[in-house]
């Protein structure tokens, strides 16, 4: 069975300081899928992010960056000069099929809270 | 701009009552999904929908039943609420390869 763990449950920084939160996955698949949502405070759940098994170029959005190694099963989410407005709930997911075929059903962790202060 | 609109935003309900969340989305997707965010366990899939007229049992479907009767809106109904039931529940929609997900109904079942 799938599954994925966030093993940070808080991060708690101070703005412009750097904060990487960490997502370790299990799945019997060489083909699946990989997200990144976030959940502010406002409760709506937004994409980031999505990546596919054969992918693993990282990859930069802005202040976000995403590392993916297969070798270690994790797919890591970095945000780069923290700002107020990053904190949030933040969700790793995973899909083992493609979405043309059973939809987006998607595994989430735990999530991580990531409080930036001024 | 509405996206995916879900009624009610709070709801408390008393162990064994029943009620229905209703789901509503305006842009034309094929996928519907129902998932229920407790503390430290993420959100779990309860059902979901690939089409009008067709749902699925997700991981944890037990005392919940659906239907998706117009392609638009996706019903999650609760016959004997019971306490375990209380949670915030997001539904969720997708065409693609992301969700586009609704404010959540935060239930408590007293």
């Known amino acids: 069975a799938q599954k994925v763990t966030q093993a940070q449950t808080e991060i708690s920084v101070v703005e412009k300081e750097d904060v990487t939160l960490d997502c370790v996955y299990e799945?019997?698949?060489?083909?699946?899928?990989l997200f990144w949502y976030k959940q502010p405070p406002s409760g709506e759940l937004v994409f980031l992010i999505r990546?596919?098994?054969?992918?693993?170029q990282n990859e930069i959005s802005g202040r976000y960056s995403w590392n993916f190694q297969k070798s270690t099963s994790s797919f890591n989410f970095t945000i780069t000069a923290s700002q107020v407005v990053d904190s949030a709930v933040y969700f790793c997911?995973?899909?083992?099929?493609?979405?043309?075929?059973?939809?987006?059903?998607?595994?989430f962790g735990g999530g991580t809270r990531v409080l930036v202060k001024p | 701009n509405a996206g995916v609109t879900q009624t009610p935003k709070f709801r408390v309900l008393k162990t064994g009552q029943s009620m229905t969340l209703l789901c509503a989305q305006d842009?034309?997707?094929?996928?519907m999904y129902w998932y229920r965010q407790d503390p430290g366990m993420g959100l779990r899939l309860i059902h979901y929908?690939?089409?009008?007229?067709?749902?699925a049992k997700g991981e944890v479907p037990d005392g919940y039943n659906v239907s998706r009767l117009k392609k638009q809106n996706f019903l999650l109904g609760l016959e004997s609420a019971a306490p375990s039931q209380t949670s915030v529940y997001f539904c969720?929609?997708?065409?693609?390869?992301?969700?586009?997900f609704g404010s959540g109904t935060q239930l408590s079942v007293l």
């Open positions: 969720a929609s997708s065409s693609g390869e992301k969700l586009f």
């Open positions: 799945t019997r698949d060489t083909t699946y899928y």
């Open positions: 990546r596919n098994s054969f992918d693993e």
């Open positions: 997911a995973l899909s083992e099929e493609h979405f043309k075929a059973a939809g987006n059903k998607l595994t």
């Open positions: 842009m034309n997707h094929e996928y």
């Open positions: 929908s690939v089409g009008e007229g067709t749902t």
